[in-house]
């Protein structure tokens, strides 16, 4: 079974200009999560999807960032325009349908999005 | 106060002896509390999922929490140059929701 995957594995753009990151989670994985880990600091929540809906938002810092997940398949991260303090680590985590206390996100690789 | 709470380290023990990685948390409302391994450059991997108060045990690992505390620890056993990474405390407070990091301590043995 593939695991969770994204792409690009890294992204070095100029501030103002636009960058879209992609993941595919694992097949037939209702729930997807972008995290978010910037220099020196913990992984923080973005938003969670369950299925097309976005479940939770909260974790959006500002409305730059815009995900979508079409057709409850792949999902996408826009930045638009990006400013030097979006450089970090961007994770994709999908989860089954809602189970059990224990169930567990697995984790893709990961995005380095650098902003100079 | 941050939500999760870990000693950044390093925290640097010799090959063979228990390493002893240590959370808190604020929320008393949190159900699951997990600790991710993590190598430099990788992804966060799933080492030991709790939610009861008590150990569990999993090969070299054991996980321990206290709910009236609000505390949660990793106990590594027989420790391996291989165990060198950062570990990271996080909680979940329900089945589907988000999940909390604390900021992960490096740990490192020493052969």
């Known amino acids: 079974e593939a695991g969770v995957t994204q792409f690009p594995s890294h992204s070095v753009i100029e501030k103002g200009q636009t960058v879209t990151l992609r993941c595919d989670p694992i097949?037939?994985?209702?729930?997807l999560y972008w995290y978010r880990r910037v220099m020196g600091k913990e992984i923080k929540f973005l938003l969670h999807?369950?299925?097309?809906?976005?479940?939770?938002e909260s974790g959006m810092p500002n409305n730059r960032f815009l995900a979508e997940r079409t057709g409850g398949t792949y999902s996408t991260l826009k930045v638009q325009p990006a400013e030097l303090e979006d450089s970090g680590v961007y994770f994709c985590?999908?989860?089954?349908?809602?189970?059990?206390?224990?169930?567990?996100?697995?984790f893709g690789p990961g995005t380095r999005l650098t902003v100079t | 106060q941050k939500e999760v709470e870990q000693n950044s380290g390093p925290l640097s023990v010799p090959e063979g002896a228990i390493a002893s990685l240590n959370c808190t948390y604020s929320?008393?409302?949190?159900?699951?509390f997990f600790w991710y391994r993590q190598y430099s450059g990788k992804s966060p991997e799933l080492i030991m999922f709790?939610?009861?108060?008590g150990d569990k045990e999993d090969g070299r690992f054991t996980a321990q929490l206290n709910k009236a505390s609000q505390y949660v620890s990793l106990l590594i056993r027989d420790s391996q140059p291989s165990d060198s990474a950062t570990y990271l405390c996080?909680?979940?407070?329900?089945?589907?929701?988000?999940?909390?990091f604390g900021s992960g301590t490096r740990l490192s043995i020493r052969p």
């Open positions: 999807f369950v299925k097309e809906s976005k479940q939770d």
């Open positions: 929320d008393r409302g949190s159900q699951s």
């Open positions: 985590a999908s989860s089954p349908r809602q189970g059990s206390p224990s169930y567990e996100q697995y």
């Open positions: 097949s037939g994985h209702d729930n």
């Open positions: 996080a909680v979940r407070y329900s089945s589907a929701s988000k999940i909390i």
């Open positions: 709790i939610y009861s108060n």
